[in-house]
């Protein structure tokens, strides 16, 4: 002999609650994984720009020396001085 199981109801706003509870869920779930693309596609970008800041820095160098300083607000570029 087995016992049926009695089914009880969710009140209408038991059942509203847990669904916009869900909902909230959901969209928290899908705006982290946005979140985490973007942040791989910032990451991409960022280390394109270091690669490119790296060839830059190398084709300067070989224009204005090595140790040459530049200023990145004017443009101005020191020569070290020389040590006797």
Same mark, same amino acid.
């Given at each position: 002999m087995?016992?049926?199981?009695? $089914?009880?109801?969710?009140?209408?706003?038991? %059942? =509203?609650? !847990? +669904? #916009?509870?869900?909902?909230?869920?959901?969209q928290?779930?899908?705006?982290?994984?946005?979140?985490?693309v $973007?942040?791989?596609?910032?990451?991409?970008? %960022? =280390?394109? !720009? +270091? #690669?490119?800041?790296?060839?830059?820095?190398?084709?300067?160098?070989?224009?204005?020396?090595?140790?040459?300083?530049?200023?990145?607000?004017?443009?101005?570029?020191?020569?070290?001085?020389?040590?006797?």
């Open positions: 087995s016992k049926e199981k009695k $089914q009880v109801q969710l009140t209408a706003e038991e %059942l =509203e609650t !847990i +669904q #916009n509870l869900n909902q909230q869920f959901m928290t779930k899908v705006a982290i994984a946005d979140a985490v $973007q942040q791989k596609t910032l990451m991409d970008a %960022l =280390e394109s !720009i +270091q #690669n490119s800041f790296s060839d830059q820095e190398k084709v300067l160098a070989e224009k204005y020396g090595k140790n040459a300083t530049i200023n990145l607000k004017d443009g101005t570029v020191t020569q070290p001085e020389d040590k006797e």
